[in-house]
């Protein structure tokens, strides 16, 4: 497996994206892997797929397994080191994801997710309800300066998973943002998502941490 760090860190319109954040790009070392077949029932907790033989990137509080076309990237807090996110990159859009310690048998999506709203209409953006694959997500217009300095509008797609104890928080960017009837191949990505919750009593809604492998080699 190989890192390097990227110049410019990618943003997420939602309140996952970091402040102050580089950016590392991970090669699974396999980039002709055939796809894992989803099974529809994902993310899944460690507990379900023990055993399964599948190879996954071990991330801590997450295992990711390898996607054909996509690159594994991990948000930096330069600061500290700390990951922050975890992100699948393609061609025409990418998919950010990062886990949350949540009540047993509880909903926090549902109650995430007006606080995302709010929190995007604070920043002049908009946000619509939409049923889908996962249940109930939203869909988001932000506005984002340019780098030349230019106001844009940024789409998004912000999808939430209640797990055992654990909550997956997903934005999806790009093409699958845009038209979220062709997005399958990264909804079944999502789907693929292994959530590690650990034993350790948190704080609802903290974020499960995620850390580099081991064998990561960082290069510049």
């Not at 892997?33 to 099974?39: D, K, N, W, Y």
């Not at 600061?79 to 699948?88: D, H, K, N, R």
Request: hydrophobic fraction near 35%; charged fraction near 25%; proline fraction near 10%.
């Amino acid at each position: 497996m190989k890192f390097r760090r990227k110049a410019e860190p990618t943003q997420a319109p939602d309140e996952s994206a970091p402040s102050a954040a580089g950016e590392t790009t991970a090669a699974t070392g396999d980039e002709t892997a055939a796809p894992v077949a989803p099974t529809g029932s994902g993310p899944f907790d460690e507990s379900e797929v023990a055993g399964d033989g599948v190879e996954r990137v071990d991330l801590g509080s997450l295992l990711v397994a390898p996607t054909p076309g996509r690159e594994l990237r991990l948000q930096v807090d330069e600061p500290t080191g700390t990951v922050q996110a975890v992100m699948l990159a393609g061609p025409d859009g990418a998919l950010e994801f990062q886990a949350f310690a949540a009540p047993r048998n509880g909903d926090l999506w549902s109650t995430v997710r007006p606080q995302i709203a709010a929190d995007i209409a604070r920043r002049g953006g908009t946000t619509t309800e939409r049923e889908g694959r996962f249940g109930t997500e939203l869909l988001c217009q932000v506005p984002v300066q340019r780098p030349d300095g230019t106001p844009a509008t940024q789409p998004s797609r912000i999808i939430g998973v209640n797990g055992d104890r654990w909550m997956l928080r997903a934005s999806l960017l790009g093409r699958p943002a845009l038209e979220p009837e062709g997005a399958e191949e990264w909804e079944d990505a999502l789907a693929q998502v292994v959530v590690r919750r650990g034993t350790t009593a948190m704080p609802v809604g903290e974020p499960l941490p995620v850390v580099l492998p081991e064998q990561a080699r960082r290069v510049n």
